[in-house]
C-alpha cells in the first residue's frame, strides 16, 4: 500500500505499525499539508461488521477526548474500495514498551511521571464516561518531549456497560488485566487504574509482574497470586516493605 493515495486526500509513505484489527502508516494529508498517522482496517475483516463498527468506535472514542495526554483523531472514513481509516495525530517517540525494551528500567521520577500522565489521560476518558480496558506500553506514545499519548481505544467500553460473565475474556491484554476483567466481570475506571499500576510496574522493573503458559493463565494469575517483587523493587523490599 505504500505510495497509495486513500480517498483521494492521504499519500502512505512509511508503515509505523500493525495490530491484530489494522496496519498504521505515516501519511501525508495533502490537503491540510500535514503529517498524520493513518490507521487501516484489514482487508479480512473490512467485511465483517462487528469489526468495522469497533473500528469506528475507536474513532468516536478518542475524539470525544481533547486532551493533551491522548492522541487526537483528525478524521475517519471509507475509500470506494471499502477500506475504512481513522486519521491520527502522529506522533513520533515510539511507543513505551520500545523503550523499556531498547533502554531496560525507566528511573522512578520518569515511571511516575508517565504514569501520572497516563492517570490524566484516563481520567478524562472516565469523565465522560469511557473505559479504555486495554492500557499497555504498546498504547502509550511518547511524543518528542518524552511525554505520553495514550492510544487505541479500539475496545473501550461505556463505563455503565455491564459485559455478561465471560466476554471480557475476549477484550484486552491478559499481562495487563485487571482482576475483574479477568473474570469476566464489569470493567470501570477502576480496572483501567490497575492497567496502569501494571505498567507502571513494568517501567520500574523492565518486566510486567505475571507471565504464564498461553494468555488465559496469565490472565488468572491476576486473580489468584500477588505480584512477585523484581529487580529494584526486591532490593527495596529486603528493606521491610514490598511496594504491592
Known sequence: MLGDILADRYLLSDLLGAGGMGEVFLAHDRMLGRDVALKVLREDYAKDAAFVSRFQREAVSAAALNHPYVVQVYDQGHTEDGRYY?????????????RIDSTGPLEPAEAALLASQVADALGAAHERGIVHRDIKPQNVLLDTAAE??????????????????????????PSYMSPEQAMGEPVGPRSDLYSVGVVLYEMLTGSVPFEAEGPLATAMKHVTEPPLPRGSATLTSRRGWTPW
Open 148 to 173: 505520553a499519548k495514550v492510544a487505541d481505544f479500539g475496545i473501550a467500553l461505556a463505563a455503565s456497560t455491564d459485559p455478561t460473565s465471560g466476554t471480557n475474556l475476549l477484550f484486552g491484554t
Open 86 to 98: 481513522i486519521a491520527m495525530e502522529h506522533v513520533p517517540g515510539g511507543n513505551l514498551k520500545d
